[in-house]
């Protein structure tokens, strides 16, 4: 999979700050310079308020600044079954790729046994890997090889398939009925900065399914590099903790 940061507010924790002095300024925060708006939060520099009021914010749970900004990713390849988990947060905003639109006619079976258009999850492929939800152990060598062979086959079965349905005359909205739940989507998605610590509150965690996380793992970093105060201050005193957000 791949997570890239599309757009993104230009200075979203100088945003955060605005909103927050606003509530509590009886002048107007738009006719204030920053610097006026900033004087009353501790701290030698404009940096140092800055982080200083952000850090309050979270301690506290006032969480309503952090949806000012706004975060737009692009992500590709994860499996639609990730998909179907990610699209259940209703104050994020998606673009999916279409399979009424886009057809995969020209792939090569071949190419998906080989892991192309589907996610091949790590328990297909390895015999140690142990699942949340799962009641065995890891396997043999034997039935690891087993269990891989018969991923691999039903995927690129349910490939040809789908292309043969095409051939027959099937519209794509209709032949990819038989296509795996683990085919791969590309997808663009917006959320302000509060629901995407609330994502990773509940998709970052220890027993969120392995794909999920990892793009969360990923959208975070992006976030870290994108909203650093927040997000540092995130990934050391929230993240897998208790779902703060909405608890
Ligand atoms: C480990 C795990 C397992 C899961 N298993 C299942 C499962 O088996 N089946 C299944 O259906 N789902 C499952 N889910 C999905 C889960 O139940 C939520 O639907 C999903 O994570 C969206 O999160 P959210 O409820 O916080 O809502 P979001 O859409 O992310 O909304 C954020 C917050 O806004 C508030 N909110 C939004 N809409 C409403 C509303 N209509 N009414 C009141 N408050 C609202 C809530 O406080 C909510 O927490 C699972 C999630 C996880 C993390």
Not at 42 to 49: H, I, K, V
Not at 87 to 96: A, K, M, Y
Not at 211 to 227: K, P, S
Request: charged share 30%; with cysteine.
């Amino acid at each position: 999979m791949d997570v890239q940061l599309l757009e993104a507010t230009a200075d979203p924790e100088r945003l955060i700050c605005q909103a927050a002095r606003n509530d509590y300024m009886e002048e107007y925060v738009a006719d204030a310079s920053f610097e006026d708006v900033m004087t009353a939060i501790d701290g030698d520099s404009l940096e140092d308020r800055q982080e200083t009021l952000i850090h309050h914010l979270l301690d506290h749970g006032h969480f309503g600044p952090f949806e000012h900004p706004h975060a737009t990713f692009a992500v590709e390849g994860i499996s639609r079954s990730c998909m179907a988990q990610l699209t259940r947060h209703r104050h994020v905003s998606f673009d999916v790729q279409s399979m009424r639109y886009v057809s995969f006619d020209e792939v090569d079976p071949e190419d998906v046994h080989d892991g192309e258009m589907v996610v091949v999850p790590p328990s297909a492929t390895d015999p140690d890997w142990v699942g949340r939800n799962q009641e065995s152990g890891p396997v043999d060598d034997e039935t690891a090889a087993e269990r891989e062979a018969l991923f691999r086959e039903t995927i690129a079965d349910s490939f040809e398939a789908y292309q043969n349905l095409l051939e027959k005359g099937m519209p794509p909205e209709d032949a990819r009925y038989v296509l795996p739940i683990g085919t791969k989507v590309n997808l663009v998605m917006s959320m302000n900065a509060r629901m995407l610590m609330h994502v990773a509150d509940m998709r970052a965690a220890a027993d969120a399914q392995w794909e999920i996380r990892e793009l969360t793992e990923g959208v975070l970093n992006l976030a870290a590099e994108w909203c650093p105060t927040t997000f540092e201050y995130y990934d050391e005193k929230m993240h897998n903790r208790k779902n703060r957000l909405a608890p």
